[in-house]
C-alpha cells in the first residue's frame, strides 16, 4: 500500500513568485495536514483538511492557502514567495480528525517538497 | 502558545552508552508522538503513548508518558551507530484535533561506532 506522496520534491523559486505543492495520502485517510520545517526546526503546523473543509490554520500569513478534493488529494500554495519561505513542507495524513481512545489515528508523513527561494 | 520544550537539541555519544530525551510543556496533550526523521525524509512515526503514566517499549527504546499529560520521555539503552538521527516529539492539544501538533524542536543523536 502506497504511502504519502508529496510532489515535487524539490523546486527552486524567486522572490515573489508563486508556487503549489501537491500531496496524495494513504488510501482511505481523509484528513490530510501541512507543516512547514525549516532547517534544524522541528515542522509547524500550517492547515489541517478533513471531508474538504478546512479544520485548523497555524500562524501563517494569507500568502499560505490550501484546498482538498474529493479524492482526498491535498494542494498547498503560498503566494509571493519570501526568503524565509525556503522550507521542507510536509504533508502527513490520518484516517480522522479526532483522538481515537487506542491512540491509532496517528499522522502518517510524506518525504515532503523541498523548496528554495533564491 | 503552546511550547513542546525538547533536550538536549545535540547528542554525540559512542556506542553501548544510554541516553534520554526529554520533552517538557505547561499543555496537557491528549496524546504524543515520537517521530525519527533522516535528511532530506519526512519523520517517522515511532510510538503513540495516550495514557498517562504510561510506558512503551520498543526494542532498546523506552517512550514514557507523564502522569500529568505534560512531558514524555526517551531512553535508548545501548546506542547503536543505526539510531543516529533527528528525534522529535510531537504532542496532540486536549481536545484539539490529531492533525494539528506541536513539535519540538528535535534532538540530533550521534552515535559513533
Known amino acids: 500500500d502506497a504511502g504519502v506522496t508529496q510532489s515535487p520534491t524539490h523546486l527552486i523559486k524567486t522572490r515573489g513568485q508563486q508556487v503549489t505543492l501537491r500531496c496524495s495520502p494513504i488510501?482511505?485517510?481523509?484528513?490530510v495536514s501541512w507543516y512547514q520545517q525549516v532547517l534544524g526546526q522541528g515542522p509547524q503546523f500550517i492547515f489541517q483538511y478533513y471531508e474538504k473543509e478546512e479544520r485548523g490554520r497555524g500562524n501563517f500569513p494569507d500568502r499560505f492557502s490550501a484546498r482538498q478534493f474529493p479524492n482526498y488529494s491535498s494542494e498547498l500554495n503560498v503566494n509571493a514567495l519570501l526568503l524565509g519561505d525556503s522550507a521542507l513542507y510536509l504533508c502527513?495524513?490520518?484516517?480522522?480528525?479526532?483522538?481515537?481512545?487506542?491512540?491509532?489515528?496517528?499522522?502518517?508523513f510524506g518525504a515532503g517538497s523541498r523548496l528554495t527561494v533564491l | 502558545t503552546q511550547l513542546l520544550e525538547q533536550s538536549p537539541q545535540f547528542l554525540s555519544i559512542q556506542e553501548g552508552e544510554n541516553l534520554t530525551v526529554y520533552c517538557n510543556s505547561s499543555?496537557?496533550?491528549?496524546?504524543l508522538q515520537w517521530y525519527r526523521q533522516e535528511p532530506g525524509e519526512g519523520p517517522v512515526l515511532l510510538v503513540t503513548v495516550v495514557t498517562g503514566g504510561e510506558v512503551k517499549k520498543l526494542k532498546r527504546l523506552t517512550f514514557q508518558f507523564g502522569d500529568a499529560r505534560k512531558d514524555s520521555s526517551l531512553h535508548i539503552t545501548a546506542a547503536q551507530p543505526g539510531d543516529t538521527g533527528l528525534y522529535l516529539c510531537a504532542g496532540a492539544i486536549y481536545g484539539g484535533s490529531q492533525g494539528n501538533l506541536i513539535f519540538g524542536k528535535g534532538t540530533k543523536l550521534s552515535v559513533k561506532p
Open positions: 502527513a495524513s490520518s484516517l480522522a480528525l479526532g483522538v481515537l481512545s487506542s491512540g491509532a489515528n496517528v499522522l502518517t
Open positions: 488510501s482511505g485517510h481523509k484528513s
Open positions: 499543555s496537557v496533550f491528549s496524546s
